[in-house]
């Protein structure tokens, strides 16, 4: 038989996910010698055996890779055969890139949870059970290289049957770093809300029957705390939802498996895939009607926010209790996710009558991820727990390194450097001291971990942002002021590797402008380090400032009177009906004498407006709360539009909804329903942003166009764009990285990096 050689690299995901293990596996299979081992990008094998051996684990290494692992590339080189017997897994080198070391958290392995439920195994029911291809990672790491010494594990010591698993190459276990079992690893035990251990001896089982009972427990996860309770239970759910003080926003139903999941949701082939993924992400998928979960869940909404065990002890309690259960953030409203024991039965000891308590500690907190489908393809809205601290595809060289501070409301930072950037977890409003101090830890943890000292900080336009005042503590480095919009911009075009020109359209809530005003309907023309503004909306007044994007009526108020010169039919129009005429009174002098009544041009504070006189809706009891009822209530079977026009007068172009907003009074009177006028809003919207760019583009018009800002967060929106806008431009969705304020930070980023690229440094 002829000996033969070949030298074999692989790039992509393929370090912390069980690869290693997993090649000398099938190289063992394939009856090769050889080798494999780790290097700065990937995994590298030398193996050695017959042309037919070797061409079947070439053909098993690319069909069927460990769950988490990503193969990006493999390319495969004939070398000189060596007289090597047997195969090996070679330890890691000294000095190897500290870059590539810490992988996402990973979900309970099939392999795993088997073994949960095996009466005769000896990890039967054991909470803290995983493998090389599951299990903790990031949110356990203390430090790099990730070795157990470096994480929360380092306070429990393996016992003789662990031990001899994590030094077996053959094992699935090999060097597994939390690996544990009942033996000689964490322990799961129930507290009351006054910390007093219950002292029972399933504290699973015991949990799982309060939860029935109809009480709320507090469970402590991979990334922090959850507050569950029975999905089912009307009682329990407005119990939970009193005691967190969380008015009306969604809660998240975590669902046994897939096939409940079928049943409480309609969702297509491509949500089951994300809700499977190994980021086991809280997907956005729709409601099923009459399945059994409790309105008040998600109040008014036709969506639920689902998601898949992760770990073994959601798949014991799902299994234990059989039915869904709320799992939503442990945490006070506005404040960040609790992740020690100690906080939280301080901070959730009013909230949970039951805490599912254990001694592995968190390090790193981490909130779940949300992701949707959208235009039939899987969007990321919130990137957290799974994909962090996962590396993304860098577009571009960053000569200096860079600290991408992000935006002010939900948000996430990043760091870049050589060929690396990386997006940190979700934190959160910068709105609490709370989440000011997390936020500060988190970066410090995660430029330790990446091994990035950033020389360039780059932070939003605002002057006020927690996150620029932040920036200019880093005095160290040298700080960037990146506009809201543009980073939008470049965070789209970083995702797909356009190198700019590109078109822009940014439709969000609010940004700051260059010229101190809110923006957020913007069309920009965008090269990476700087950009032109094409166009933009016509502006509406805030009367009373922030206060009316809480009290929307007062922007439906202030657009009616503009939309009609001060004289709108405010008598046929349910949503003042409940308003007192002085204040009404009051609220139009402000917005006609322009005091304290600022102008915004979001496309979100449209979807205010709309959503709040046509639904009758006068206050947003958080974020965004109408615009979504706007967007949820439309039918999505009405293909029409409503008038609009493009003021031309101004310095550049922009779109007019006041002929809309009159021919949807007009429709209202004569009986159109409200999903008929939202779907209508919707098309107008879609159709405007075509003729705002024929008119702002011209010629600019082959450029590739990117959609980007929360308001692509809005399924609908997006597919009415895609729909509009495809036949005349080639069009780019987001995809992996927030077209929120959630992937704002990676913009910064990459305009930072192009900017002082650009000029050989600052
Ligand atoms: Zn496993
Ligand atoms: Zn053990
Ligand atoms: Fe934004």
Request: aromatic share 6%; net charge neutral.
């Amino acid at each position: 038989m002829n000996r033969l050689g070949r030298h074999i690299e692989i790039r992509g995901i393929v370090q912390g996910v069980g690869f290693r293990p997993w090649v000398y596996r099938l190289a063992r299979e394939n009856g090769l010698a050889g080798r494999v081992c780790n290097d700065s990008r990937g995994v590298t094998i030398d193996a050695f055996g017959s042309d037919r051996a070797l061409d079947s684990f070439l053909e098993s290494l690319s069909a069927s890779p460990p769950p988490a692992a990503r193969i990006r590339e493999l390319d495969w080189k004939p070398i000189p055969p060596e007289a090597a017997s047997g195969f090996v897994i070679v330890e890691s080198r000294e000095g190897e890139s500290r870059r590539v070391s810490i992988p996402p958290d990973l979900p309970t392995c099939s392999d795993c949870l088997a073994e949960v439920l095996d009466p005769a195994n000896r990890r039967h029911r054991y909470a803290f059970t995983n493998c090389t291809n599951c299990g903790p990672r990031f949110t356990i790491a203390r430090d790099v290289p990730y070795d157990r010494p470096a994480t929360t594990m380092a306070a429990f010591r393996m016992c003789a049957l662990c031990q001899r698993e994590y030094d077996d190459p053959g094992d699935r276990r090999f060097h597994a770093q939390p690996n544990a079992c009942p033996a000689c690893g964490p322990r799961l035990w129930a507290a009351g809300p006054g910390g007093e251990e219950l002292g029972w001896e399933d504290p699973i089982r015991h949990a799982a029957k309060a939860l029935e009972a109809g009480f709320i427990v507090a469970v402590k996860g991979i990334g922090g705390f959850h507050l569950a309770c029975d999905a089912t239970s009307a009682s329990a759910v407005a119990r939970l939802r009193a005691r967190k003080k969380r008015d009306e926003k969604p809660f998240a139903v975590m669902a046994r498996d897939l096939e409940a999941a079928r049943r409480l949701s309609h969702c297509s082939a491509e949500e089951e895939r994300l809700l499977a993924s190994s980021e086991r992400p809280i997907v956005l998928v729709g409601r099923r009607k009459g399945a059994g979960i409790a309105e008040d869940v998600a109040p008014r909404n036709p969506w639920v926010g689902l998601l898949l065990p992760y770990t073994p002890l959601h798949h014991l309690l799902l299994r234990e209790t059989d039915r869904p259960l709320v799992m939503t953030s442990g945490n006070l409203s506005g404040e960040p996710i609790v992740h020690g024991n100690a906080r939280a039965l301080e901070r959730l000891g009013a909230i949970a009558d039951v805490f599912l308590l254990h001694d592995r500690e968190i390090e790193s907190p981490c909130d779940d991820s949300v992701a949707r489908v959208i235009a039939g393809r899987p969007t990321v809205l919130r990137r957290s727990r799974g994909y962090v601290p996962r590396e993304l595809p860098s577009p571009r060289r960053f000569e200096r390194p860079v600290l991408a501070c992000g935006g002010h409301l939900k948000n996430t930072f990043c760091l870049a450097a050589g060929d690396s950037l990386y997006l940190g977890p979700h934190i959160g409003d910068l709105e609490t001291l709370e989440t000011v101090e997390a936020f500060e830890e988190a970066v410090s943890r995660l430029e330790r971990f990446v091994g990035i000292r950033p020389e360039i900080v780059a932070h939003d336009l605002h002057p006020e942002y927690h996150t620029t005042l932040y920036a200019r503590t880093r005095t160290e480095a040298r700080t960037l002021a990146v506009q809201h919009h543009h980073a939008h911009v470049a965070s789209a075009m970083a995702e797909h590797g356009l190198e700019g020109p590109v078109l822009g359209v940014a439709y969000d809530g609010t940004g700051f402008g260059t010229d101190g005003t809110a923006w957020g309907g913007e069309i920009l023309l965008v090269r990476t380090e700087g950009f032109e503004r094409l166009a933009t909306w016509r502006g509406l007044a805030l009367p009373g400032g922030e206060t009316a994007i809480r009290e929307v009526w007062r922007i439906a108020l202030a657009f009616l009177d503009d939309a009609y010169a001060g004289d709108p039919p405010l008598e046929t129009l349910a949503l003042f009906r409940g308003i007192p005429g002085q204040r009404l009174a009051a609220v139009r002098k402000l917005a006609a004498e322009r005091v304290a009544s600022p102008l915004a041009r979001g496309v979100g504070r449209y979807f205010d407006a709309f959503g709040s006189l046509f639904l009758c809706r006068p206050f947003s009891h958080f974020e965004g709360q109408v615009a979504l009822e706007w967007n949820a209530a439309a039918d999505p079977g009405e293909r029409g539009i409503l008038p609009f026009e493009i003021e031309r007068d101004g310095r550049i172009p922009a779109l007019d909804l006041r002929p809309a907003l009159r021919a949807a009074v007009a429709r209202l009177r004569e009986g159109a329903s409200a999903a008929s006028l939202s779907a209508l809003f919707h098309n107008t919207v879609a159709r405007g942003t075509v003729e705002l760019l024929r008119v702002a583009a011209g010629e600019r018009k082959d450029l590739p166009l990117v959609l980007t800002g929360g308001c692509l967060q809005n399924a609908l929106l997006a597919e009415r764009l895609v729909e509009e806008l495809g036949s005349d431009f080639r069009v780019f969705l987001h995809g992996d990285v927030p077209p929120g304020d959630g992937g704002l930070a990676l913009g910064q980023a990459i305009v930072a990096g192009a900017v002082t690229g650009k000029r050989g440094g600052l």
